[in-house]
């Protein structure tokens, strides 16, 4: 490096600095760009399902639930349930977590459908309590209590939504399995175990 750029970078000119001002304002605004970008790709059902264990174990049974198919012809892809809708900061912190799945993707933690089957009540038990922590935040994205119509609702399910209500529960508290199969073993109210060895979903 020249000594001419090290006084430069040292102690540059007022017309220096601006130079040095724009250059890091191109390259934040690049940066930004990249992850807008990055977000959205990684959002997209194509993304979620080029994993075959998804593919393989978890759009065929989410192809037969109301989220995929629905009289309003309103569909929730894996990123509407499994991705804050909030930007930045969650979004990032959720994406940095998908790390981990990555790397039991390597390690073939769930690469069959049969060490999936052995893993999925400890992966789901994991999104339910995630779930839980956030007050179901994901499914409240789109769906709102205000905004239901409780006659419309048959009477059984007008008074447990009623009744959940007064009981300050959150969604996942009664709609676990509304997306994908409930795992093999599950029980009502079973607790999540306070460590995982596998991987998390």
């Known amino acids: 490096m020249s000594l001419g750029i090290i006084k430069f970078l040292v102690r540059p000119s007022k017309l220096g600095f601006g130079v040095i001002l724009i250059i890091g304002m191109l390259v934040g605004a690049s940066l930004l760009a990249f992850f807008n970008f990055y977000v959205g790709y990684t959002n997209n059902l194509e993304f979620c399902l080029s994993c075959h264990e998804m593919r393989d174990n978890i ?15 309103v569909r929730a892809v894996c990123a509407d349930c499994h991705v804050p809708h909030t930007p930045w900061i969650e979004s990032t912190l959720r994406k940095v977590k ?3 799945e990555l790397y039991h993707k390597v390690l073939g933690t769930i690469d069959t459908k049969e060490k999936f089957e052995e893993h ?6 994991h ?11 994901e499914c409240r994205n789109c769906h709102s209590y205000e905004s239901m119509d ?4 048959d009477e059984h399910a007008a008074k447990k939504m009623k009744q959940g209500l007064e009981d300050g529960k959150t969604c996942i508290d009664c709609h676990k399995g509304i997306a994908h199969n409930l795992p093999e073993g599950y029980k009502k109210d079973t607790p999540y175990p306070p460590t995982v060895s596998g991987a998390n979903n």
């Open 120 to 125: 999925r009540l400890e992966l789901a038990q």
């Open 98 to 100: 998908a790390v981990n």
């Open 59 to 73: 759009y065929p049974e989410y192809k037969e639930t109301i989220h995929y198919k629905n009289a309003a012809g």
């Open 150 to 153: 409780f006659d419309e609702q």
């Open 127 to 137: 999104v339910w309590t995630l779930m839980k922590e956030r007050n179901s935040v």
